[in-house]
């Protein structure tokens, strides 16, 4: 059974950083590329931020661009995202994601990822 785990969400003014883990489990997590969503409500979910099977290569939303990192440590079978210099219109439950891919590339639709975590929320006050 695949599960992927969320981590790290929480509370954090304006200007402050999270670093946000996805453990994985029941899958073989090098042959995968990985994914971080956000979902505010009333809204669709949105990408965030992709990796490589093997961290080589990334992608990033023009919104985080600059102020978000994501990586990968295969040994433990985790992906992170770390967030710097957070916004109130970051507040969003983040989700990461799994896609079987290792070819070297990535994805950002939502329709073209496996398997999917619960979920962990982000609040960014003003």
């Known amino acids: 059974q695949v599960q992927l785990v969320e981590s790290g969400g929480g509370l954090v003014q304006a200007g402050g950083s999270l670093r946000l883990s996805c453990v994985a489990s029941?899958?073989?997590?090098?042959?995968?590329?990985m994914g971080w969503f956000r979902k505010v409500p009333e809204k669709v979910r949105e990408f965030v931020a992709a990796?490589?099977?093997?961290?080589?290569?990334?992608h990033y939303a023009e919104s985080v661009e600059g102020r978000f990192t994501i990586d990968r440590d295969n040994a433990k079978n985790t992906v992170f995202l770390e967030m710097n210099s957070l916004k109130p219109e970051d507040t969003a439950v983040y989700y990461c994601?799994?896609?079987?891919?290792?070819?070297?590339?990535?994805?950002?639709?939502?329709?073209?990822?496996?398997?999917w975590g619960q979920g962990t929320q982000v609040t960014v006050s003003s």
């Open positions: 994601a799994a896609v079987l891919l290792y070819d070297g590339t990535i994805r950002t639709m939502i329709n073209e990822y496996d398997y």
């Open positions: 029941g899958l073989p997590f090098s042959s995968y590329a």
């Open positions: 990796v490589d099977w093997s961290g080589g290569s990334r």
